[in-house]
């Protein structure tokens, strides 16, 4: 628990941060609680002595910072770099021959799904899917679909559900 004051520090930061805690907790000087989910908070800001909790769908609720007593959130959750959310993702080379190398990079343990598909929907192969530890890791696409045959020369797309997130990627592939 914290107070007011720390809270407005903290708050700044908020928006720049990763919010991935699964909830924030006002305590009010009149004994409610007022318990929010982070993954439904856009932003908080203030007005004078007015904080607008703004949620992400459009509503704002709004108390007399006054009127907070204390607050809580799990600091080891939702202090984490916005990295966790947009992993860093390579992909090369790019036009290929055949075989692309993917290189990423997890700064949080999470699930993760690697998956090419042609531009038509269809998908071609799954190249991985798996809990991750955080870390470098590198994987080969060798230009084959789920059964082993050749692709043909074409656009395809590299889809990464990273955690939460999808990240797709165009891959082309040319003829040798």
């Known amino acids: 628990m914290k107070n007011i004051k720390s809270l407005f520090f903290s708050i700044l930061f ?23 989910p982070v993954s ?3 932003s908080i800001t ?3 002595s007015t904080m607008h909790l703004n949620k992400r769908d459009g509503s704002v609720i709004s108390w007399d910072v006054n009127d907070i007593g204390h607050y809580n959130y799990n600091l080891a959750t939702i202090l ?15 036009p290929s021959n055949r ?11 999470v699930k993760v799904v ?7 929907g269809n998908r071609v192969k799954q190249l991985i899917q798996n809990n991750s530890l955080p870390g470098s890791y590198m994987m ?9 045959a050749a692709v043909s020369a074409g656009s395809y797309i590299c889809s990464m559900t990273i955690g939460k997130e999808t990240i797709s990627r165009k891959i082309t592939i040319i003829n040798k």
């Open 14 to 36: 908020f928006g720049i941060l990763n919010a991935s805690a699964e909830n924030i907790y006002f305590n009010f000087k009149d004994g409610t609680q007022g318990v929010y």
């Open 40 to 42: 439904e908070v856009r």
């Open 46 to 48: 203030f007005t004078g």
């Open 140 to 148: 080969n696409w060798d230009g084959n679909n789920d059964s082993g």
């Open 114 to 120: 690697f998956e090419i598909w042609d531009i038509s």
């Open 80 to 94: 984490q770099p916005v990295l966790s959310k947009n992993p860093e993702i390579k992909i090369y080379p790019n």
């Open 99 to 109: 075989s692309v190398t993917i290189n990423y990079t997890l700064t949080d343990p």
